[in-house]
């Protein structure tokens, strides 16, 4: 198990191989379909949100808010992570990302953006929503939540311990690209 | 939207049909409390049936690999949201109601009580706000809108009423596929081999992007509404149970166990658990189209169900 704590460094995300389990303590930002059209199209960060040497979660969260106006995760899993495919190598690369996570994985376009900028996929598990908001500590802020309504908003989340698998690496090697390639070829067996 | 206050008279009169009356004499108020606490319990709770396949599909997996570990995060996750009373995920999915109900029900009244009940489980936090307006993209943050919730209304010459909720996720909606055969590059024809070639095609494509493992409802035949809609009330049928149809049966047999040679495993990280289990039914199409529509539902399968009684208390649970 590797221990990484944002700001991650370009040599400790070079040092991380597909199937290495991680878990992820710091800072995180969540951000999701609108949030990525919208920086792809050349929107720009709020104030107050920085990536450089951060990690992206595709991820709507549920939250509450108490009376007095403190935000708290209840529920908070991966979103799929493909959808984000045409846009996600050119915002690791304008902003400095150097971890991704989400589940599903992501395809060629990420995996070469990952290689060239020094980033990496990391999949938390589809659906476990209650495992992983037990590592969401603290709502820090939300950005975008009037404009792209709360799950697609931008939450600032400290986390402690978040457990992911890394599935895509910066050396061009993908686990999702690897079981689809064995999968094909057993099923011809077996048509 | 109704009140629920003090106007139970009132409404009880508004809810039961004029002409023959077969409908249940329900009342707003005990009828909009059980929607709520079945919208709970189905958000929170996986049924029964789902959490034995998933603890066989744990015990299945090869020890200390990263399939293992993610059916034993998946295994404490069904614990915590129980015990919390938290949604088991994130996205709360779709509300997909079915109901049975006697012959002269007012479904009218029944909706409007329902999108109460929904908008006030999001207030809970039993739902994410999670219904957008697909053209403005605005969240109004009730989970009620056009089609959402969303209906399907099955009358019988009974005195039952039974309300059945499915919570459908949306990466594993995205994942459902819908073939025209005959497909050529798939080689399948218009029979019982060619809907299981486009079938293991659609989990193929699916990886664990659906979530996985997962479970297949399907619908042969139909046009292309009807087909989808079909396959989807294929995952109220338990796990474990059979199909009435031998053939059929055979086919659901053999997917399961073809798919799950497939090894794309829990979360697509490799694996003996692709699939948890496979429903289909078939439905009469017309001569010039022969559709095999293939629903995926995640291993976060929310579907509960209640007997409701006379003024709309909770009897007994369905699953």
Redesign the interface.
Known sequence: MTELTTPITEEQVRSLKV?D?VTISGVVFTGRD?VHKYLHEGGELPEGVNLEGGIIYH????V?QDDNGEWHV????P??S?REEPYQADIMKKFGVRGVIG???MGPKTLAGCAENGCVYL?G???????L??HITKVRNVYFKEE?????AIWELEVQGF?A?V?MDSHNES??A???A???A??EE?? | MPRVNGQSTVVHRALTARGPIRSVGLCMEPLFESLIEIVRRTSAEIPDDVQRGILAALENEKKDTIAENAMKIIERNIALAKEKSQPLCQDTGSVLFYVDCPVGFDQVTFEETARAAVTEATKRGYLRQNSVDSLTGKNDGTNVGPGAPAFHFHQHRGDQLEVRLMLKGGGCENVGAQYSLPNTPLKANRDLDGCRRVILDAVQQAQGKGCGPGILGICIGGDRATGYERSKTQFLRMLDDHNDNAELDALEQDILSTANKLGIGPMGFGGNTTLLGVKICAANRVPASYFVSISYMCWAFRRHGAKLDGVGEIQEWLY
Request: aromatic share 2%; with cysteine; charged share 10%.
């Open positions: 199937g389990q609108a991820c709507g969260p549920v509450q209840t529920a908070a899993g979103t799929t493909i589940k599903g994985g999949h598990i589809g659906g476990a929503a209650q495992v908001a037990e792209f309504g709360s799950p697609e457990p698998v599935t686990l999702h690897d079981v689809a064995a999968s094909q057993a099923l077996n048509l």
